[in-house]
């Protein structure tokens, strides 16, 4: 079966693409969602938009969780879905085709440890873990689990990032790529039940929690392992005098990452979240000139996110920029459109297709990044990856 890159199109061709079956059609999966905060119900609503798959049921511990996504949910469909009372249950339930693990972070391997026993197809969202370990268990059981595992990594499907590897990978539109940067200025964390956010001991730390989607793109764009990294983050404007339950707010809100990788790729990553709308750019370099992939969006209701990409190779159409933003209505639907693409890499996995969406031993890459990155602003050394994975225990399941 010959795979397929998530970059092997643009993203006006997967627009063009999806047109023939959003809502259309009878659902062929039902899909229980654990965890019915702000990115499950998200899900939720991708799941019906896009139509190849309902939602049967969800499960939380939360019932103020549950409410609002039973209101939601009725918002944009007359069906109804199960509650369920208990995970077993819910996770037994021979109706449910596949699974969504959308908790907070920290209770991602704990709910994959309650689970993995059905063999159901899984999709567990970002992070896929918050310790080091837990993630290398994950790898572990993945290797030998009878279904699909995707991670939520949808930012490899965000419009301007599609086209800027579509450029990159599949054209070579730039040569040989010689550095990568990569920036995020938005607001800061939202709220979560119980504030889960705002600390690093059950979001795994800012590189971890957010910034895990843009070491993904910077791995998979230099295309190389990283070697050294060299990180400073801290904690200047956000939730210094924040507490909750008589615990002070110890999240970062900006840092300052460099990466050197095997091939003589160099990265960098800047994050800010004390600025008041939010954007994004990826740059790349290489041989024949550069490419600019940028989104400006907003948390104000009402916003929507623009996407461009520049092209700056002589003679390239794209050279002045060019607007590629998701039409209606993927874009609205969450992510500016990102989720909607990445269901459809799961639910063609459900049918047998070929997808290169996010895997464990990917994920894993990406956490052990933001977590060198961790180390490094904690220690103010440049951090060997290679000897930093070893201390961790991941020798054994990492190639370099």
């Known amino acids: 079966m010959t795979q397929s890159h998530f970059y092997s199109e643009t993203s006006m061709q997967r627009s063009e693409r999806v047109r023939d079956y959003v809502a259309q059609g009878e659902p062929a999966f039902n899909l229980l969602i654990v965890g019915c905060g702000m990115i499950g119900r998200e899900h939720m609503r991708v799941a019906t938009l896009m139509g190849r798959a309902r939602i049967h049921g969800v499960y939380d511990v939360d019932a103020d969780s549950i409410s609002l996504a039973q209101e939601e949910f ?160 801290g904690q200047a404007v956000n939730f210094v005098d924040f507490e909750y339950e008589g615990r002070q707010s110890d999240i970062h809100d900006h840092a300052f990452v460099v990466m050197q990788y095997s091939n003589g790729v160099k990265a960098s990553f800047t994050l800010n979240m004390f600025s008041q709308e939010l954007v994004e750019e990826l740059g790349v370099t290489g041989e024949k000139g550069r490419i600019l992939a940028s989104e400006r969006s907003s948390f104000k209701p009402g916003t929507r996110s623009k996407a461009n990409i520049m092209v700056e190779v002589a003679g390239h159409p794209a050279y002045a920029g060019l607007d590629v933003t998701y039409p209606d209505p993927i874009e609205p639907s969450g992510h500016h459109g990102a989720t909607f693409f990445e269901h459809e890499a799961f639910i063609d996995q459900l049918e047998g297709k070929a997808q290169d969406s996010a895997t464990c031993e990917q994920g894993l890459w990406a956490m052990l990044v933001a977590s060198a990155a961790q180390h490094s602003a904690e220690t103010g050394a440049v951090v060997l990856v290679k000897d930093y994975a070893a201390a961790q225990g991941l020798a054994d399941v990492l190639v370099w």
């Open 74 to 233: 009725a918002s944009y469909s007359s069906q109804c879905f199960l509650v369920y009372q208990d995970l077993q249950t819910a996770c037994t339930d021979p109706e449910v085709d596949a699974i969504f693990i959308c908790t907070p972070n920290y209770t991602h391997f704990d709910v994959l440890e309650q689970i993995k026993h059905t063999g159901k197809p899984l999709f567990i969202e970002k992070p896929m873990a918050t310790r080091l370990q837990d993630a290398r268990s994950m790898l572990l059981m993945a290797q030998d689990y009878p279904g699909v595992i995707q991670l939520g990594m949808q930012y490899r499907y965000k419009s301007q990032y599609l086209d800027a590897f579509h450029e990159v990978k599949q054209l070579g539109s730039l040569g040989i790529i010689k550095t990568v940067s990569m920036s995020e200025f938005r607001p800061p964390f939202l709220d979560k039940v119980e504030q889960w956010n705002k600390f690093n001991e059950y979001s795994g730390g800012t590189l971890v929690e957010k910034c895990c989607h843009y070491f993904d793109l910077i791995n998979l764009m230099a295309g190389a392992r990283v070697e050294t990294v060299y990180a400073m983050s």
